[in-house]
């Protein structure tokens, strides 16, 4: 029913700056929270942020100070701006989200990733 689209994603120059987005479309009846996570082949899924339905945000240590999360209520929209990025950052970022549906259960859905890589 419900589907997230990601979109943003690219290549980049250490020290530079990309905003990814990721729109929410279907049958959505209520927000509780969206998030981003990031993954290197290999590696374990890391949770990088997330802003709940009241506007509240939480960073990752490895982020804090550099990303910046944000919603467009009106279009189901939330963004993640990077700014300063280094190799490290370099992963496939996923969206994350908690709707309600039309009789009120939440669920969690996810987004299919898109490629960042940081790298001169």
């Known amino acids: 029913q419900v589907q997230l689209v990601e979109s943003g994603g690219g290549l980049v120059q250490p020290g530079g700056s990309l905003r990814l987005s990721c729109a929410a479309s279907?049958?959505?009846?209520?927000?509780?929270?969206m998030g981003w996570y990031r993954q290197v082949p290999g590696k374990q899924r890391e949770w990088v942020t997330t802003?709940?339905?009241?506007?509240?945000?939480t960073y990752a240590d490895s982020v804090k100070g550099r990303f910046t999360i944000s919603r467009d209520s009106a279009k189901n929209t939330v963004y993640l701006q990077m700014s300063s990025l280094e190799p490290e950052d370099t992963a496939v970022y996923y969206c994350?989200?908690?709707?309600?549906?039309?009789?009120?259960?939440?669920?969690?859905?996810w987004g299919q990733g898109t490629q960042v890589t940081v790298s001169s």
């Open positions: 994350n989200a908690r709707l309600r549906d039309r009789i009120w259960k939440s669920n969690d859905y």
């Open positions: 802003i709940t339905s009241g506007g509240s945000t």
């Open positions: 279907g049958s959505i009846f209520g927000f509780l929270a």
